[in-house]
């Protein structure tokens, strides 16, 4: 059997689906307390035997299985029975096999704690009797509908590329809805920051009171960062993968976990994942400060500008000279979106990064971003084509507005590398 292999065979939790790529479920549940957790990928006819004669107590089930799971059980709790869909599966006492939709129950909880925290309400004062709009019309968007009727009491509109209710009419037809849900995976790495819903559509839905994606990564789905810029609260899906798998974990062990843990495991996600990024003036020592940074964190390091000679076979002096400096930009522009799309990097930036717009959503999808500010006094223009060109306060003038928009905090240069590394990690609290 293709996912049954060494200790897997044998792990009492894990993972059903097809194809399984990078998943965080097993990191996940070690800290939930229900592992060994394995992966199982397996083909459609391998199963039925698995779940039923498989050595396991509990399972999640991913796509295209959920449907099968709901099938194959003995018991199914209410929501499986509405949707005709299971993500969790569990052996009880008497050997059968009980089916449950936690992904009903984490996005409810992710939708409470939102309510809650960013709009000081609870889901049904937010909600009841009024307008949701659920973007896509599959599996994960089934249970947020569920948890949106059931949980806050909400009219819930689904929106698709098909069908009466679709993208070309949202703005026309639902101006007064005051909760919008991405469950497409329209933004997911790698095809990220595309949205389901561009900016201008967004603005015209003028109910809105929030906005939530159940993409994870990146840590700022495309919707997001619309949102946003539109002044709405917003959070993206990790809350709602961490939460399903700890109402899972407690299936499995028999007992209530803690919700506090959801926190808990998000934030150490998010330190792994979340990209460093340093901007700031041509000269003000990003790459330094970087390599000494990610020494610090243990990460790997990207001077994007050394990226680009590699990927061009030449540097950005070089370049501008020779294309001119809108030329570089494109350049820039393109390996910004490569490496600002992975994740748990240390990543320096040229000085004229901010000159895009463009450049601000890839580098912010998945990243906090630190304003190296050095005095003018000290930046030198030696070697810098552009800085030469156009002088160095003229430069500052123009983007030290930028700079400051851009981040997410501000790093006064001490002068030492490592000195600045250390402050920047403070003040990340990495």
């Not at 839905?205 to 906005?211: A, D, E, F, N, P």
């Not at 002044?231 to 700890?246: D, K, N, R």
């Not at 790997?300 to 570089?328: K, N, S």
């Not at 001490?414 to 402050?423: P, R, V």
Request: glycine share 10%; hydrophobic share 40%.
């Amino acid at each position: 059997m293709a996912g049954e292999r060494g200790a897997a065979a044998t792990a009492p939790y894990g993972l059903v689906g097809h194809p399984l790529g990078h998943s965080w479920s097993p990191k996940i549940h070690e800290r939930l307390g229900s592992f060994p957790y394995a992966l199982h990928d397996l083909d459609r006819d391998e199963v039925e035997p698995f779940v039923r004669d498989g050595a396991w107590r509990g399972l999640n089930v991913t796509i295209p299985y959920k449907r099968l799971a709901a099938e194959l059980a003995d018991v199914r709790s209410p929501a499986v029975e509405r949707l005709g869909a299971a993500n969790t599966l569990v052996r009880d006492r008497d050997g059968r096999i009980v089916a449950e939709n936690t992904d009903v129950l984490g996005f409810a909880w992710m939708l409470a704690r939102f309510c809650r925290e960013r709009l000081s309400e609870s889901p049904r004062g937010l909600l009841e009797g009024r307008k949701a709009l659920v973007l896509g019309s599959g599996g994960a968007a089934a249970a947020v509908r569920d948890a949106l009727e059931h949980a806050a009491g909400a009219r819930v509109v689904t929106i698709s590329r098909s069908g009466d209710e679709t993208y070309a009419t949202l703005a026309e037809r639902h101006a007064d809805a005051v909760l919008l849900v991405n469950t497409t995976p329209v933004g997911m790495f790698p095809r990220c920051p595309d949205s389901p819903v561009d900016e201008g559509t967004l603005s015209r839905l003028t109910g809105l009171r929030g906005v939530l994606d159940v993409v994870y990564n990146p840590t700022r789905t495309g919707l997001c960062l619309s949102a946003e810029r539109l002044g709405l609260p917003t959070e993206s899906g990790l809350a709602m993968l961490v939460a399903q798998a700890l109402f899972a974990s407690g299936l499995f062990q028999g007992r209530d976990l803690d919700d506090a843990l959801v926190g808990t495991i998000e934030r150490e996600i998010y330190f792994q994942t979340e990209n460093v990024v340093l901007i700031g003036m041509p000269g003000a020592g990003k790459t330094t400060c970087g390599r000494a940074l990610a020494r610090v964190l243990g990460r790997p390091f990207v001077d994007l500008d050394e990226a680009i000679a590699l990927e061009t076979g030449r540097g950005a002096a070089q370049i501008i000279r020779e294309d001119g400096e809108d030329a570089f930009r494109a350049v820039e522009t393109r390996v910004t979106a490569d490496y600002a799309a992975r994740s748990g990097l240390v990543i320096a930036c040229g000085g004229g990064v901010v000159t895009r717009p463009e450049n601000r959503d890839l580098l912010r999808q998945n990243g906090r971003v630190v304003f190296l500010d050095r005095p003018v006094s000290e930046l030198s223009s030696a070697g810098r084509p552009v800085s030469q060109a156009k002088g160095v306060e003229r430069i500052a003038a123009e983007r030290m507005g930028l700079y400051r928009a851009w981040a997410d905090v501000t790093l006064p240069c001490t002068g030492s590398a490592a000195g600045d590394a250390e402050l920047a990690r403070e003040l990340l609290g990495l």
